[in-house]
Each structure stands twice: as structure tokens, then as C-alpha cells.
């Protein structure tokens, strides 16, 4: 997806027409991811990824991948191609990079036109367009919610599993949320 944001139009109308020109320049979707394509093929050369057939191994680490050219990108880590200067990590291209050594610098070149909230990733401003826009992809499979961010329905279907990995420390209460406890933490606990 083209996100460009030196254009006379706002920052959301141009995601919004990034999406519907989206749809009929690239009308292959792929079901699993919603991915789209050109072209049939690529579609399908896509689809392997999904498949879990993984043919390329790294002789360095034994990791595996659908295709050459991923095999080929990964080996970048290896041959510490694209390393950060300030603390030493290793990336698959200079663009990682690039974005990485905005978690150092502070910078972040990405800005809301609603709120004026900066972000380092132009992919963040998309999801953070989410809440002015409304719109929720992410539905729960069990119940009518629905979520404008993946991460959002993974912590509400820990209502559904009933799974608690948040602990207290100070006591025998666990919650679903991070958030939440702290919240407890604050509440409960704050004269200890």
C-alpha cells in the first residue's frame, strides 16, 4: 500500500484512496492475510507462504523460508550487511534499518493530520487513522465486538479463554490486561 504524505490532500484521505485504488489496481486478495495483487500468479506464488511448505534452509541458523528471495534477505543478518551503529543489531534491509535507528534518534516523520500525533512508522499512522475513521477489521469470532487493531482482539478473546497471564505480585488477583493491573496496582496497593 502507497502512503504519501507530502500531498495537498490530508494524510487520511490520502490512506482512503490508497485503499479504494487498492481494490481495483490490485484485485487479487489473498483470503488468509488480505494481501493484494496484480496478477493472478502472484497470488498464488504468494499462497505458498500460507502453505507451510518451506524449502530454503539457512545454513547459518536452520531457519527456514518459501522462497529464495527470503532465504536471501535473512542471509543480510548473517553477513551483519545492515547493522545498526548504535547498538549493534542486524537487519534483513535498509529499510528496517532506516526505522530502527528512529528508536534511537527519536524521530518520527509521520504525522496525524486529525490530532497532530507523530509516528516513526508510516504503517502506525495507518492502524492510528483507525480510531478517527471507525473502522474496526478485526471481529470477534464469538461475540459482536469489534477491533480497529490485531492486538486489541487478541486481549479481548482472553475474556473468551479466560486466560489471566498478568499477576499480581502483592496479591492473588490476575488479569487479562496489562493495563488492568495496573490499574489494580495503583488502586489497591499504592500505600505499599
Known amino acids: 500500500m502507497l502512503f ?3 500531498t495537498g490532500k490530508s494524510s487520511l484521505e490520502v490512506k482512503i484512496e490508497a485503499d479504494s485504488n487498492d481494490m481495483t489496481e490490485r484485485p487479487y486478495l489473498c483470503v488468509v492475510c488480505d494481501e493484494r495483487f496484480t ?3 502472484s497470488l498464488k506464488v504468494h499462497k505458498v507462504i500460507h502453505a507451510g511448505d518451506q524449502l530454503y534452509s539457512c545454513t547459518e541458523c536452520d531457519k527456514q523460508f518459501t522462497h529464495l528471495r527470503y532465504l ?3 542471509k543480510n543478518i548473517h553477513k551483519k550487511k545492515y547493522k545498526c551503529t548504535e547498538c549493534g543489531k542486524c537487519f534483513h534491509g535498509n529499510q528496517e534499518l532506516t526505522i530502527h535507528i528512529r528508536s534511537h534518534s527519536g524521530e518520527k516523520p ?4 486529525v490530532c497532530n500525533k507523530r509516528f516513526a512508522q508510516a504503517t502506525n499512522l495507518i492502524k492510528h487513522c483507525r480510531i478517527h475513521t471507525g473502522e474496526k477489521r478485526y471481529k470477534c469470532s464469538l461475540c459482536d465486538k469489534a477491533f480497529s487493531q490485531s492486538g486489541h482482539l487478541n486481549i479481548h478473546m482472553r475474556v473468551h479463554t479466560g486466560d489471566k497471564p ?3 505480585s502483592l496479591c492473588d488477583k490476575s488479569f487479562y490486561c496489562s493495563s488492568h493491573l495496573q490499574r489494580h496496582e495503583r488502586s489497591t ?3 505499599r
Open 4 to 6: 504519501i504524505l507530502y
Open 39 to 41: 496478477t493472478k500468479a
Open 72 to 74: 536471501s534477505t535473512h
Open 110 to 113: 509521520f504525522e496525524c493530520f
Open 166 to 168: 498478568y499477576k499480581c
Open 189 to 191: 496497593h499504592k500505600s
